[in-house]
């Protein structure tokens, strides 16, 4: 059933989208806000049918029995549907009603993986029994989804909860009692192979407040070779614990005058939760008479209480009586490792984390599995060797998950589940593969010893057969591992390359941008650079066009002051005499705004003071009557001195306009 187990959850995944791509039922929301599917107490057994047809028993289907619990604050009258599918097509399903349990309710003191926080919290249960029993399914075995949903009282929406993966199996039966061959129905059942790392612990809730309140509790599941099988509870020889916490030894128990605070009680959960039935056949000729061959298939969930307990209010002891004296997990924080011991031998060792005097979520539940409040995954490792407790081990079907389908999230669960060791055969083998023929009655010795040796031969091709079957499927599970690995090594190979590509496109990038940076701020420098060069060569521009105008200004004005003087020029004099007040205005004025600008830029006067000032008494002395006229007479004194000499200021005002315009202007020009 499992023996292609690696495969199987990839078919189980896509089974499952196709399961919910072709049911005819609407989608269904996900779990309301508050509400909670407790996986660690999901249990799925199954109730066979059978009848009498012609004097024979026949099997007439079997019943899926399932066992869910989900927290919630659920009105009255809600429900948990089930629907029970394979390969996409819906075969069974049933809505139960449920009491919405709360606080204080004392018929749930011995649920299996209660806590005193879970029992005290609203919730829906079913329990098994004829509770939420879905009807028949007549034949089949292989994978089956289980998909649960609930349903609100007020409503009446439906809200998914969760979709489980189970694996149905069957045992052929034979009358053991009976010397002829009665063949009996076979029985079919719901494997817990995967179930072997599903372990849960839980600070149990005692609510009636007792001495026991508070105590720890784990559930835990194996496969025996015998029924009965379970760790010793005799009183002085009870199997106990031996724990460190980061690695230190700790002693268990609070009382130095009590004995065996370490030893722990287990109890194999009964009724629904129990799986235990028994293949049998008469194929081989030594058990073609008396009792037939019979090989037993047991899948037990232990219950323990361990020597831990929580005495904080949570659990106050009954009427003021004085709690156990076991250990707490107050002061302990650290990694806990307890060794599960029975007279010296080891059954299991179960690790988990204390912070705070409280127990850590494990990192599965981070990753979206939901226990009963209070509760955690405990992880577990079985001896390599296996116990006696160990009869049939799975290691494929651990390695897919457990909880019914819920896949390993984490490292640290596919690693447990990569070292659990192969035991036993997974499920019962017949006697022989076929049903071997007797020899006729009053054969002779020759004919018996000729049977005899066929049934040899037919014991030892059998075994030949299963050494082939088993040497085919190591093969195959070592293909599929080496696969595994090859696929694994190119992830890891492909996650380098990638890795150094996004470092070398980080570098890449960092540097253009580091480049681009560069050419940005040098484009930046060069801007400002040209925008100061082109004021500059603005400002040089101005200053060259006034050097010129005042130079061509002060030459004029020298020549219409001093020219009569000069004979030759007697004609241009006479041209510029009829425009000697405009001259001398715009003279005296370009003079003047010279100066002013000088000034408020603080350029030095020392180049152009001179100039200006020739400009200005050129100007007032040309224009003497309009500037008079402008000033209000304020500067006629100064005016009338300059007019007084005019020939000397034209001789002046030619030779400055002269220099300045061969020194400054004549640059602009």
Request: glycine fraction near 8%; include cysteine; charged fraction near 20%.
């Amino acid at each position: 059933m499992y023996s292609q187990s690696r495969r199987n959850r990839i078919s189980r995944t896509l089974l499952t989208i196709l399961a919910a791509m072709c049911l005819s039922a609407p989608a269904h929301a996900s779990l309301p806000s508050g509400f909670v599917l407790d996986h660690g107490y999901t249990f799925f057994n199954v109730k066979n049918n059978s009848d009498s047809v012609d004097g024979k028993r026949v099997h007439t289907g079997w019943q899926l029995v399932p066992l869910i619990r989900i927290y919630g604050d659920a009105p009255e009258r809600s429900s948990i549907k089930l629907v029970l599918s394979k390969d996409g097509d819906v075969v069974a399903e049933r809505r139960t009603q449920t009491t919405v349990y709360g606080k204080g309710n004392p018929n749930l003191q011995l649920v299996a993986g209660n806590t005193a926080a879970g029992w005290q919290q609203p919730h829906l249960l079913i329990n098994g029994g004829i509770q939420g029993t879905l009807p028949p399914v007549t034949t089949g075995t292989g994978t089956y989804e289980v998909e649960v949903i609930y349903i609100d009282g007020d409503s009446n929406k439906e809200y998914s909860a969760h979709t489980y993966t189970i694996e149905v199996g069957k045992v052929d039966q034979l009358d053991s009692a009976a010397k002829e061959l009665l063949v009996r129905p076979p029985e079919y059942f719901v494997s817990r192979h995967q179930e072997l790392l599903s372990t849960v612990l839980t600070p149990w809730g005692d609510y009636k407040g007792g001495a026991f309140a508070g105590v720890y509790q784990l559930l835990w599941n194996a496969s025996p070779s015998e029924t009965g099988l379970a760790p010793s509870n005799t009183t002085g020889n009870a199997a106990y614990l031996r724990c460190t916490v980061d690695g230190e030894p700790i002693r268990l128990g609070q009382d130095s005058d009590q004995r065996n605070l370490d030893a722990t009680s287990t109890r194999v959960l009964d009724n629904d939760r129990l799986i235990s039935l028994v293949h049998s056949d008469r194929n081989a000729l030594e058990f073609r008479s008396g009792t037939s061959y019979r090989e037993p298939l047991i899948f037990y969930q232990y219950q323990t209480t361990l020597p831990f307990q929580d005495t904080t209010d949570e659990y106050p002891p009954a009427d003021g009586g004085r709690p156990m004296p076991y250990t707490t997990l107050e002061n302990r924080d650290g990694e806990w490792e307890c060794q599960f011991l029975d007279n010296g031998a080891l059954l299991r060792t179960f690790s988990w984390e204390v912070d705070g005097g409280k127990l850590v979520p494990h990192p599965e539940q981070e990753e979206g599995l939901t226990l009963n409040p209070g509760a955690i995954l405990v992880e577990t490792r079985i001896p390599e060797n296996g116990t006696a407790l160990d009869g049939r081990t799975l290691p494929d079907a651990v390695e897919d998950g457990g909880f019914y389908g819920w896949e390993w999230e984490s490292r640290r669960m596919r690693r447990l589940a990569d070292d659990v060791p192969e035991l036993g055969n997974p499920f019962p083998i017949a006697s022989a593969p076929e049903f071997v023929p007797e020899p006729a009655a009053g054969a002779s010795p020759q004919e018996l010893a000729k049977a005899r040796r066929a049934a040899e031969a037919a014991a030892a091709a059998a075994e030949r057969r299963q050494e082939q079957e088993e040497r085919a499927q190591r093969l195959q599970a070592e293909r599929e591992q080496y696969a595994e690995a090859e696929a694994a090594r190119l992830a890891e190979n492909e996650r380098i390359r990638s890795e150094a590509m996004e470092k070398e496109m980080a570098r890449t990038q960092a540097e253009l941008e580091e480049t681009l940076g560069a050419v940005q701020q040098n484009m930046k420098e060069t801007q400002e650079r040209i925008a100061e060069e082109q004021a500059k060569a603005n400002r040089s521009s101005i200053y060259g066009i006034m050097r010129v105008v005042m130079s061509l200004l002060l030459i004029t004005c020298g020549l219409v002051l001093a020219g009569g003087k000069i004979a030759a020029l007697d004609g241009v004099v006479k041209a510029l005499t009829p425009f000697a007040a405009t001259i001398g205005i715009a003279t005296f004025a370009v003079g003047a705004f010279d100066f002013i600008l000088d000034l408020v830029i603080f350029r030095p006067l020392v180049g152009d003071g001179l100039a200006q000032l020739g400009a200005l008494a050129a100007g007032g002395a040309l224009a003497r009557d309009m500037i008079n006229k402008l000033t209000a007479g304020k500067i006629a004194s100064v005016l009338d001195a300059i007019q007084a000499q005019g020939a000397t200021v034209g001789y002046a005002a030619f030779a400055l306009g002269v220099l300045h315009l061969v020194m400054g202007g004549a640059k602009f020009v």
